[in-house]
């Protein structure tokens, strides 16, 4: 059973599409995650939702927007794609931020 | 300004070498710490550092931490070409808003 799984595995899209990534987790956690990574290998927290509710939102561009129909989803919704939103975008989930989170295999993200 | 640090940043060594990894950390409301490893894809969890001194270990692998110095070590003895992978070090910050800083990782590589 896949604990944290995230769709699609590879998105290749043009500048100025829109795109959305789906994130489900099954473990009941209370606390999701979206991660960008970039060529660099750095990972960056972009939102993280708890109980549906933002509670903390990263300098990431308003183009980005994080979409929780449940407690167990999390999906990323991306407007006007930029080059530079090139990358591998993780979710991740935990029951509480200081507990250790799971993570999706990653969306690797690539604008033509 | 909260930050995670990681040292060396990559590291190249024989199978059945000892490695030490490093990572120091200044982050508001300290509570934990903790240690990923990345190979191809998501993180995975390795250990989680509440108290200093208490050594956890797993196998080859064992963490210790220092919250008066603020660094915690990851030790991987008898190094395979398995344990090739980036390893993160990440620390939850708890204030009015819930924020987990990674470090940049160290990229070991082990070679036969």
């Known amino acids: 059973d896949t604990a944290v799984s995230q769709t699609p595995k590879y998105l290749v899209t043009q500048m100025g599409n829109d795109k959305s990534i789906k994130c489900e987790q099954n473990?009941?956690?209370?606390?999701m995650y979206w991660y960008k990574q970039d060529s660099k290998k750095f990972l960056k927290i972009m939102f993280s939702?708890?109980?549906?509710?933002?509670?903390i939102n990263e300098t990431v561009p308003n183009r980005f927007s994080p979409k929780s129909p449940d407690k167990a989803h999390l999906n990323l919704h991306i407007n006007s794609l930029e080059l530079g939103d090139s990358a591998v975008y993780f979710c991740?989930?935990?029951?509480?931020?200081?507990?250790?989170?799971?993570f999706g295999d990653g969306t690797r993200l690539s604008i033509l | 300004e909260d930050k995670v640090v990681q040292s060396p940043l990559s590291l190249v060594v024989h199978e059945g070498d000892t490695v030490t990894l490093n990572c120091s950390y200044e982050?508001?409301?300290?509570?934990?710490l903790l240690w990923y490893k990345q190979e191809k894809k998501a993180p995975t969890f390795l250990f989680m550092l509440?108290?200093?001194?208490i050594e956890k270990k797993s196998g080859r692998l064992s963490s210790i931490l220092d919250k008066k110095e603020l660094f915690s070590i990851l030790n991987i003895t008898a190094t395979q070409t398995g344990d090739s992978a980036v390893y993160l070090c990440?620390?939850?910050?708890?204030?009015?808003?819930?924020?987990?800083?990674f470090g940049p990782g160290t990229s070991l590589s082990v070679i036969p």
């Open positions: 991740a989930s935990s029951q509480e931020v200081n507990q250790p989170q799971h």
């Open positions: 473990l009941g956690h209370d606390t």
């Open positions: 939702y708890n109980n549906k509710e933002l509670i």
């Open positions: 982050v508001t409301n300290f509570r934990s």
């Open positions: 509440t108290s200093s001194g």
């Open positions: 990440a620390v939850p910050r708890r204030t009015s808003y819930d924020k987990v800083i």
